[in-house]
């Protein structure tokens, strides 16, 4: 197939030399697969599979097979290597540039670990990329006065990006741009008073810890109680507790 809608219409076009770089170039996809294919063994090791090689036998082949084509890779031409080297880096700058104003992880907002942040490669990171439904589609939050609990959440959430909704005129819901779950507030159904359950607690991921702080600060600037303030929990966990003017708790969170 690549020979077919590649390799020849390059050759027609610009002649051997285009041919002998097209060749190179899928010598050097079928290294970097090769490693790649290692790499993730080792970043996500509980990532699931539908196929394995037994016992870890993937260890043997992986780097013989990246080592050989390399060395077919490096009996290129000078310049053709240098032509190779050009494309791979206007490639790089397509693919980074787009991917920093279209990234795929950032979809779901409220799935965001801290370890994504600083460009590691976590099992929950590649699971993401299956883009399966979030687990929770929403959660609401007892209140006894709609416009207040409204004027705090939209205060507080706005450095998220969180968009409202209201479905009808007893609950607001919020939501960040490219997520699913979404968090409510909402006066009760049973026209009972409001209460916050002992033991209730909604957990917002806020993405890093810088952002766990600015919007913990943030809801304690608007008249919510602190309830623990933001530091490691643990040794991936990243939180800050408070509870809104309706008594509710909340925290914002990461995980690292």
Not at 227 to 235: F, I, K
Request: aromatic fraction near 8%; charged fraction near 20%.
């Amino acid at each position: 197939m690549k020979g077919l809608f590649t390799t020849q219409p390059i050759e027609r076009l610009i002649g051997d030399a285009g041919t002998d770089a097209s060749m190179r170039s899928t010598l050097f996809a079928f290294v970097t697969v090769c490693l790649g294919v290692m790499i993730l063994r080792l970043k996500a090791p509980d990532v699931p599979r539908t196929f394995e090689v037994p016992i870890g036998a993937h260890w043997i082949p992986g780097p013989r097979r990246a080592g050989a084509v390399l060395a077919l890779l490096l009996t290129a031409t000078p310049a053709t290597l240098v032509r190779l080297a050009a494309w791979m880096a206007l490639g790089l700058v397509i693919y980074f540039g787009y991917s920093r104003r279209h990234p795929r992880l950032r979809r779901s907002g409220d799935e965001r670990p801290c370890s994504e942040q600083r460009g590691g490669l976590t099992s929950h990171s590649v699971i993401s990329l299956e883009r399966r439904p979030a687990m929770i589609g929403y959660m609401t939050l007892g209140t006894n006065d709609l416009e207040r609990a409204v004027a705090f959440y939209d205060a507080v959430l706005e450095p998220l990006g969180a968009r409202s909704m209201r479905p009808n005129e007893r609950i607001c819901l919020w939501r960040t741009k490219g997520g699913s779950s979404m968090l409510g507030v909402a006066i009760p159904f049973d026209s009972n008073p409001a209460t916050a359950g002992n033991g209730t607690m909604a957990a917002i991921n806020a993405g890093d810890p810088e952002t766990v702080d600015k919007l913990h600060r943030r809801a304690l600037e608007q008249g919510g109680l602190d309830e623990g303030a933001p530091g490691p929990r643990g040794e991936t966990f990243y939180g800050g507790y408070f509870r809104d003017l309706d008594g509710n708790k909340l925290v914002f969170f990461c995980t690292r």
